[in-house]
């Protein structure tokens, strides 16, 4: 018998068009589905059809019928459900009630009126089961991103629900705890629905793959037939270059090509010497780097969560001076921070975008074609998904056309496609003569250079 | 000491703080509190320091312009001006002035220090049938850092693409999405609590230490504090 059924569901958010269109889906116990598609296709939203928020937090149109565990969502309201349903949302920072993490994975077994006695060794093998036992009486507001969608997962797990529900929940995890991450939901026994844009391993874990674009679920299939439909038909998400293999563009000396260089020998858009810096003083972030980025390249900053690579591009961006060493920049610099879709400062895209280019809106309008937002321009920024959010803040920073471009996680929340063409972009960007620097967990993130900064465990967030 | 009594002990300090009429008492009522404040790290304090001083500051600074006694000596003599009439300040209003200002900054360093130094997941779990209550003013408590950051991301992310803030108008543009932001995460946050079974009949709790010998004595302290300034000081 099916844990969980979508009937025919069409639904459509308050004064929207349909964001998921006559969605028919079984679900078995014990399955792991990978749940794939572009930004802004309606991943989330099935995930909210499933948890009854959609449509009961939400409001809306809907038609068509999910049932949960027996449940009918039309009538059972999402707390309700809970219990059975656990969801971990994209935005780990946006989900937690509590200040201390230990209360925090006990919430929700509170609120499902879990015996006193079971509560605290339940939040025990919670946080053991994603190797965050260390973090027990720490604040959720010293935590990192990855420490703390960690955190979400226990509070999910802890719960032993029979469905669970996972938006994106590595988009800010190294590889290494994302990997984590991941063997902790395979172990979980449960039926597991996981939406994410870093393919490559849900799609090794999960046992049938559902794509879905425009509203429409296009395939739903065992994994080994859809591997076979995605490489025919959706070849982007099969290719190495996202997933985990490390991708180079054409060396700098090499001849020609995508990322060919145009000016090595002249002085770097950015040289950081020796630089360190600590947000308290016993625990310096970075201590001593050096980084130098020029002309015609795109670098890549790579390291495990808490290694210093915002603070550092922050720094080469001259937003945060460093405590020791010494910093030279030549010509225009721009930043695209971490979370960009949170820090949204205009009324529509187009005004949002043109504000980094004096108010020049042709120009914003090319930027927001770029990345696929043309159709948006005249959108509050904050009715965007939370991938097209992080394509508008690409175009904002990069309308501007600056000398060096650094970009903090910009491939956070984007599909395989769009990555790929940033990428393709970026190389292009480079070899016109400016200089990139990418800080990422993305190892397959192509560049000409990378750099690394190691370090295993920071106790500060950054 | 558990965070229940702690609360109550504050509550009655910033009681106190109003009741009496003694510009000393209120004073040394502000040090004690400040004192408390200072114990949280200087990150973290900084913002609701600021917030308590110039509030402060501000009352001691214009209510002598705005509140007018014949009584006491006067110190300056301004013009005559529409609608607030003689501008002038006397020994009275700024005695007046310092006590308003002392009192309001005393309400905000208890607030402060409630918001910095206290456990609010153990208040929360230990509100008993006002549980909401509990969890909405924690919630609300922690707007303020989130606020702070969110400005700060915002600002960020503007001179990250080249744009210069300039002056009180320029940052005042940041307002609006700063509400927004604030808005859009209250709204995740209520449907992440929904999903996780937050208003469900039969809720339980964990258990936690029971009270020490100093949380059963804070009590009456602070029963205490308030019935003897209200009384006697």
């Known amino acids: 018998m099916a844990l969980a059924r979508l009937e025919a569901v069409t639904y459509a958010y308050p004064g929207a068009p349909d964001a998921l269109v006559d969605a028919s889906l079984e679900l078995q116990p014990g399955e792991v589905v990978a749940l794939l598609g572009p930004s802004g296709s309606g991943k989330s939203t099935l995930l909210r059809a499933l948890s009854g928020l959609v449509p009961h937090f939400h409001g809306g149109r809907f038609a068509g019928r999910v049932v949960v565990s027996g449940l009918d969502t039309r009538t059972a309201r999402p707390a309700d459900l809970a219990g059975t349903v656990a969801t971990v949302f994209q935005d780990p920072e946006d989900q937690v009630v509590m200040t201390i ?4 994975v ?23 089961a994603v190797a965050a036992r260390h973090l027990w009486g720490r604040k959720t507001v010293e935590l990192s991103g990855g420490e703390l ?5 226990a509070s999910a797990l802890a719960l032993e629900p029979q469905l669970l529900l996972l938006d994106e929940p590595t988009s800010q995890l190294d590889p290494e705890a994302a990997a984590l991450f991941l063997d902790a939901v395979e172990r979980l026994g449960a039926t597991v629905i996981l939406s994410e844009q870093r393919v490559g391993r849900a799609l090794e ?10 509203g429409r679920i296009l395939l739903d299939a065992p ?20 997933g985990t293999t490390q991708a180079s563009f054409v060396p700098r000396n090499g001849a020609g090509g995508e990322g060919a260089c145009v000016g090595t020998t002249q002085a770097p858009l950015v040289r950081l010497r020796g630089v360190s810096y600590a947000y308290r003083s016993a625990l310096p972030v970075l201590d001593g780097v050096d980084v130098e980025v020029r002309r015609g390249e795109v670098v890549v900053l790579e390291g495990p969560n808490g290694s210093g690579k915002t603070t550092l591009a922050r720094i080469a961006a001259g937003l945060l001076e460093p405590q020791a060493g010494t910093i030279e920049r030549q010509g225009r610099v721009t930043y695209l921070s971490q979370d960009p879709g949170r820090y949204l400062v205009r009324e529509t895209a187009l005004s949002e975008v043109a504000l980094g280019v004096g108010g020049d809106e042709s120009r914003a309008r090319g930027a927001l074609e770029r990345v696929g937002l043309g159709w948006a321009a005249a959108q509050n920024p904050r009715d965007l998904s939370s991938g097209e959010r992080e394509r508008l803040g690409l175009a904002a920073v990069s309308a501007s056309e600056p000398d060096l471009l650094i970009l903090d996680e910009p491939t956070r929340g984007i599909d395989p496609p769009r990555k790929a063409e940033l990428a393709a972009w970026l190389g292009r960007y480079a070899a016109a003569g400016h200089g990139v620097l990418v800080a990422t967990h993305d190892a397959g993130f192509p560049a000409h250079r990378r750099v690394s900064l190691a370090r295993e465990e920071l106790q500060v967030a950054v | 000491m558990s965070p229940g009594p702690a609360a109550a002990l504050l509550a009655a300090a910033g009681a106190a703080a109003l009741l009496t009429e003694r510009l000393a008492v209120v004073a040394a009522i502000a040090l004690v509190l400040l004192a408390l404040c200072l114990r949280a790290p200087a990150e973290r304090r900084r913002v609701y320091l600021f917030g308590a001083l110039s509030t402060g500051l501000g009352v001691l600074v214009l209510s002598p312009f705005l509140w007018s006694s014949p009584d006491g000596t ?48 153990r208040l929360v779990s230990a ?8 969890l909405a003013v924690a919630l609300a408590t922690r707007l303020v850092p989130s606020l702070e950051r969110d400005a700060a991301g915002l600002a960020e992310a503007v001179r990250g693409r ?16 700063l509400v927004a932001g604030s808005l859009e995460r209250a709204s995740s946050l209520a449907e992440a609590m929904e999903a996780r079974g937050f208003g469900r009949t039969g809720s339980t709790r964990a258990p936690r230490p029971g009270w020490s010998r100093s949380d059963r004595l804070a009590l009456p302290l602070a029963a205490a504090l308030v019935l003897g300034v209200g009384l006697w000081l």
């Open chain 1, 149 to 153: 969608q960690r955190v979400c997962l």
């Open chain 1, 106 to 128: 006990a919430f929700g077994l509170e609120n499902l009126g879990t015996p006193p006695a079971e509560i605290w060794p339940r939040v025990e093998r919670a946080l053991d």
């Open chain 2, 162 to 177: 080249g744009v210069q803030l300039q002056g009180a108008r320029g940052y005042a543009t940041l307002l609006s999405p």
């Open chain 1, 223 to 242: 994994r080994q037939e859809a591997l076979d439909w995605l490489a025919s038909e959706r070849p982007a998400y099969t290719n190495a270059c996202v």
């Open chain 1, 101 to 104: 993490v230990a209360n925090e």
């Open chain 2, 74 to 121: 006067v110190l300056w003599e301004g013009p005559a001006l529409p609608v607030l009439g003689p501008l002038d300040v006397t020994t009275t209003e700024l005695y007046g002035a310092a006590l308003n200002a002392l009192r309001l900054t005393a309400l905000a360093l208890a607030f402060s220090a409630y918001a910095l130094l206290l456990d609010h997941d």
């Open chain 1, 205 to 214: 874990l999960a046992t049938r793959v559902v794509f879905v674009e425009d």
């Open chain 2, 127 to 134: 509100a008993g049938w006002a549980r909401r209550s509990a």
